[in-house]
């Protein structure tokens, strides 16, 4: 009840000093798939340096790949996380990439 109360001041706040602009928009990400991984980072992997949303896209991409190579049965973390790779069509040097250019801490 707080979180909102606090949210309904700054939107009235908001709006007392910018009376005449829209609210900013907030942007949505759809859940992405299983079967959407590889399309997806094709799509936006190139786009990442210019485009904040393809750049949050495929960090999203790297931690569920991650997450899903934590999972693995195979030997060790290099081992699990090249077979996710593969199986979601995702380049490894292309992710390593990625995890480098975000701060996932």
Same mark, same amino acid.
């Given at each position: 009840?707080l979180? /909102?109360?606090?949210?309904?001041?700054?939107?009235?706040?908001?709006n007392?000093?910018?009376?005449?602009?829209?609210?900013? %928009?907030r #942007?949505?990400?759809k859940?992405i798939?299983?079967?959407? #991984?590889?399309?997806? @980072?094709?799509?936006?992997?190139? *786009?990442?340096?210019?485009?904040?949303?393809? *750049? %949050?896209?495929?960090?999203?991409?790297?931690?569920?790949?991650?997450?899903?190579?934590?999972?693995?049965?195979?030997?060790? @973390?290099? !081992? !699990? /996380?090249?077979?996710? /790779?593969? *199986?979601?069509?995702?380049?490894?040097?292309?992710?390593?990439?990625v995890?480098?250019?975000?701060?996932?801490t």
């Amino acid at each position: 009840m707080l979180a /909102l109360r606090q949210r309904l001041r700054v939107l009235a706040s908001y709006n007392r000093f910018f009376p005449n602009t829209r609210r900013p %928009t907030r #942007i949505e990400m759809k859940p992405i798939e299983d079967a959407d #991984i590889e399309s997806s @980072w094709a799509e936006h992997f190139p *786009k990442r340096l210019v485009n904040g949303h393809s *750049k %949050t896209v495929c960090a999203y991409i790297c931690l569920i790949l991650s997450h899903k190579a934590q999972h693995e049965t195979a030997g060790g @973390w290099s !081992k !699990k /996380l090249r077979l996710v /790779l593969r *199986k979601f069509g995702v380049p490894e040097n292309q992710f390593h990439r990625v995890k480098s250019e975000c701060d996932f801490t």
